[in-house]
Structure formats: C-alpha cells, structure tokens
C-alpha cells in the first residue's frame, strides 16, 4: 500500500499554540508507524504566535513544502498605524461589543470581502503547483486542516481535478457556524457564500474529520453525511519529565489567546471578591496569563486596584518552557467561548491541562464536550459564566486543597494521547 499523504496547512512551525499541535504530533507518529508524510505550508505566514521550539518534533525525513502567501493583515495593521492607533493584535479584531470606527471597517471589509478568510488569495496558485507536485511524487491520498478554511479549497480543487486523489477535510473549528464570524459584521451574501462552499467541501470529501462531538453532529446535519471524530491531545513524550515543586503561592494559570469570545471576566471578579473577604486567599493568590491577550480585557485588569496587584500577563512562551511552568502550577484556568457553539469546545490546551496532571477550573457550558471530558477525567470543574457563586466556591476549595498538599487523582486520559489519536488517522487513511 502507498503509505504517502499529503498534509496541507496553514500552520506549521515556527508557528506556536495549541492550532499548529495537532498535525505536527500526527506527522510525527505517522512516520514512527511508517508513513510517509509531505506538509505544504505557507512560506511567509501572518501568524501572531511563533515558537521554534516546536521544530524538534518535525521529523527530519518529512519533506516540508514552503509556498508563498500574499495576506492582507499587514496591509490592515499599517493602515492602523497610519490613523493614530497603537500597535494592534489580531486579538483586537475580535469585538463583540462597542467596536472603533477602524474596527468596524476591517471587521467588515474582512467578512465581506475575504471569503471564506484572508488566506484566499494562497488557494489558486498553490492549486497550481500541486497538481504537478502530487503527480511526481505519486500521491494518492490528501489531508486538508482549516481554519483557515480556505486551505479546504485547495483540497476541494485538487479533488476535482484528479477524480482518483483521496481527501481527508478536518475541521479543528465549524466553518459556516463558528462563532467567529459573528465577528465579522457579515452580510447575509457573505454568509451564504460559506454555506455554499461548506457544503461543497462535505459533500465531495471522501472522509470528513472534526474534534468534538458536537460539531460531528453540526457537520453531519450540514453535509448530509458521516463524520468522523478525533479529538485534539496530548503528547506523552512532552510530559514525560515535568517535576511538580511545591509553591509559595495559590498560581492560577491560563494558557493561550483571551479574547472577547473567551473572556474571563467571571473568574476575576471572583477573585476580586475573594481576596476583598479573605486576606489569607488575598495574600497567597497569583493569576498569570501566558499568551495573546486583548487590550480592553488587560486594561480592566490593569485599572482594578485590587486584580492588579496579583495578577501578571506573559506574552507567548516557547512550549518547552510552558511544559516546565505546568509543574509549578495549582489550578489551570480554562475559559470557553460563550457562543451558540459553546459546547463544542475542547481546545487543544485543554488535553494538556488533563496531561499536566494539575486540576482544571472551566467557565462554559455544563451540558457540553469539555464538562463530559472533565466529568469522566475527575480532573476538575465546570461552571456556567452566570455561577458567579460556584465559581467563588470552587475557587476557595483548590485554594483550601493547595493549602493542605492534596493532589488531584484523574484518569482515563490516555485515551488522548496522540499516539493513540494517530491510530485512528491511520485506520481512516488505511480505508480510503
């Protein structure tokens, strides 16, 4: 059997976060199993986060294509300066409240006029040098991975022009239901060009993957079809060596991008109103945010006497020196998006939460994904944003547990090793 594939995505190292993870670990144990992977990445990506650290687990057998890509965010982020406005994140674009007047125009011209994403402009050309790249190299079987989902385009594309390629679509987010398009001040021309080109992606795949059960039930209804699911993970060799040290202090840890759709707002205030009733929690609490955090969530933060003082934000930090940080931390921070499509939420950070062996405080749906993997796990909790109560209560008692050394007992995460998730990939890829 021809064991080669190949994997077409926009992130790849140097990219960092939890998004590039999930097909750099299945790179790497699909050629332990004996496989042998291409990946076509961008040459000269607009991404916020960058981790070199990550290239250590790219296979040094695996051919890595790097293509060019023309992408507007620079464009966006000069004319920014050009108005008067600090320097930006791509955080900031995502508003779901009040937006600037440059908001409103970049929100809207991005949803408007960048269908399905920024990245639209990649799809042609590398469509282009694929055909005859797939040919050479005697490729019969093709892997998409989006957002961005017009990398599915290029899958779509490819597709319809050799009838015999086979074609993997995963979805590590929904496509015409993600949350972030609510963003983007859509018009309901936009919103049916997504629809058209979703549909078109889940009909003409011949396999079509997504990480959470929730969205394997969304895909079905829109694409009429089975879908497959395999959860994001975690890497087993990357937690083999964390030591845990005993703290001076209570650390609570968030990890990854805050923005207005994940905000933890709720689990501050409690905070804030533990430490005005209890001068011991007061004294011994530390918050720190490791990652891309918007501007109007750390100005609050910043302009709150009392949040202040025992709060820190850290900008990005190599995951192998965040994999270190999970040994000296005592409570993990996990907010999901309060949208309709809530429930669907298990990002990747969350699998190496379960990993870390630290226990997890979730803000988000008590009926969705994470709060069953939480549940099963006994790795933590989960309350509504509303539960201003229990989210104090918990609080306090991971406050009281730290206090007297206990530890939390988990299991059943193995399950999500990327071992075990590469075994499932390699079952689909093997069927196709």
């Not at 994997?7 to 042998?36: A, C, D, H, N």
């Not at 995502?94 to 920024?118: E, H, L, M, V, Y």
């Not at 040290?245 to 109103?273: C, N, S």
């Not at 206990?406 to 059943?412: D, Y």
Request: hydrophobic content about 40%; overall charge positive; aromatic content about 10%.
């Amino acid at each position: 059997m021809n064991k080669r594939v190949l994997i077409i995505t926009y992130y790849w190292p140097p990219s960092g976060g939890s998004g590039v993870q999930r097909w750099l670990k299945f790179v790497k144990y699909l050629v332990q199993e004996g496989w042998e992977p291409y990946v076509f990445t961008p040459e000269n990506p607009s991404f916020t986060i960058q981790d070199n650290s990550l290239g250590k687990d790219v296979p040094a057998s695996v051919e890595v294509i790097r293509f060019p890509i023309w992408e507007p965010y620079q464009l966006f982020f000069r004319v920014a300066s050009l108005t008067g406005r600090k320097k930006m994140e791509q955080t900031d674009f995502i508003s779901t409240g009040k937006k600037s007047f440059f908001q409103q125009i970049s929100s809207w011209i991005r949803g408007n006029f960048f269908i399905p994403d920024a990245r639209v402009f990649w799809v042609k050309p590398s469509v282009e040098y694929l055909r005859d790249f797939v040919h050479r190299n005697q490729i019969e079987k093709i892997i998409t991975t989006g957002p961005p989902h017009s990398v599915h385009l290029i899958g779509l594309k490819l597709k319809q022009s050799n009838k015999e390629l086979k074609w993997i679509a995963d979805f590590r987010d929904p496509w015409s239901e993600w949350d972030l398009l609510d963003t983007l001040s859509l018009s309901s021309f936009a919103r049916g060009r997504h629809k058209k080109m979703e549909k078109k992606v889940l009909t003409t795949a011949d396999e079509v993957i997504t990480i959470a059960p929730y969205h394997v039930d969304r895909f079905e209804i829109l694409g009429g079809r089975k879908v497959q699911l395999i959860t994001n993970g975690f890497d087993e060799d990357d937690f083999a060596n964390i030591v845990h040290t005993p703290t001076e202090k209570f650390i609570i840890r968030h990890v990854g991008v805050v923005d207005e759709l994940r905000d933890p707002q709720p689990v501050m205030e409690a905070i804030k109103e533990l430490c005005n009733a209890n001068s011991d929690f007061a004294q011994h609490v530390h918050v720190e945010f490791i990652g891309k955090v918007n501007s109007s969530f750390k100005n609050r933060v910043k302009e709150d006497v009392v949040l202040k003082s025992v709060t820190q934000f850290t900008d990005q930090m190599p995951h192998d020196q965040l994999l270190k940080v999970y040994g000296s931390t005592n409570l993990q921070l996990l907010v999901l998006a309060h949208t309709a499509i809530a429930p669907g939420n298990l990002p990747g950070k969350f699998f190496e939460y379960l990993a870390s062996g630290n226990p997890i405080l979730a803000i988000g749906p008590v009926q969705g994904d994470a709060a069953h993997v939480l549940h099963e796990s006994q790795a933590g909790v989960i309350h509504e944003r509303t539960d201003a109560t229990g989210i104090r209560k918990s609080l306090l008692s991971y406050y009281q547990d730290w206090k007297q050394g206990a530890t939390v007992s988990q299991k059943g995460a193995e399950k999500f090793t990327r071992k075990n998730l590469t075994q499932q990939l390699i079952q689909l890829l093997e069927k196709l």
